[in-house]
């Protein structure tokens, strides 16, 4: 499964002196039903964002999908990334702006002497469907081991908790079970347990989001 079809809210920076960045900010503002969390910082539905996208940008972006990839840097701006994200991330519902006030930021960077651009988002939340990744019958070996260790509580199917929270629970739980059945041989849920902490990747174990679990039982 892609681990793209993870995500379902990102936080995101715009910045106040770039002038595409400035002017996108300025229509979510103007055009959007937004959630105001504070005076720099926003939250609006993908549905909205990608309404807004089509609208104002599509030309643009279109534009840049035809550049060749030696000119790129030229060309991409926030909207382009944003309407990549849309796409990219099937599942995902709301997205959190901040409005950066630094002068001295860059989206483009240089790698081994080539120019690499790169648009900085964070994951804030995820949703892992169990169904989706694991057959029944390896659910029935999977969730009592979840509901072992505090992440469900039984005939409950869903919980949400902190992804590396997750991560080093299911981790310690892998460690002791190798150590204690190295004789015999791994029980069949270590490689169950290793698949659901293997869906979780370094990036989104570093942003950290909530992790809501979705089982069946």
Request: proline share 4%; net charge negative.
């Amino acid at each position: 499964m892609n681990i793209s079809n993870f995500p379902t809210a990102v936080d995101v920076t715009l910045h106040r002196y770039n002038h595409m960045d400035n002017r996108l900010w300025t229509q979510i503002k103007n055009e959007l039903d937004y959630v105001d969390l504070n005076e720099t910082s926003v939250v609006v539905s993908i549905s909205q964002l990608r309404s807004l996208l089509d609208d104002n940008y599509i030309s643009l972006i279109n534009q840049i999908k035809s550049t060749g990839a030696e000119s790129l840097h030229k060309k991409v701006s926030s909207p382009y990334f944003l309407y990549m994200m849309c796409i990219d991330m099937p599942n995902l519902q709301l997205v959190k702006f901040n409005l950066s006030y630094d002068k001295k930021f860059t989206r483009l960077l240089e790698n081994d002497g080539n120019k690499v651009l790169k648009f900085d988002f964070k994951v804030l939340a995820i949703t892992i469907r169990l169904s989706e990744v694991f057959e029944t019958e390896d659910l029935h070996l999977l969730n009592p081991v979840l509901e072992s260790l505090k992440i469900l509580e039984h005939d409950v199917p869903y919980a949400r908790l902190q992804a590396i929270d997750l991560i080093d629970t299911l981790d310690a739980w892998v460690e002791n079970e190798m150590e204690y059945d190295l004789e015999e041989g791994a029980p069949d849920a270590v490689p169950l347990v290793t698949t659901l902490m293997d869906l979780i990747d370094m990036k989104t174990e570093g942003d950290n989001p909530i992790a809501l679990i979705v089982t069946d039982y």
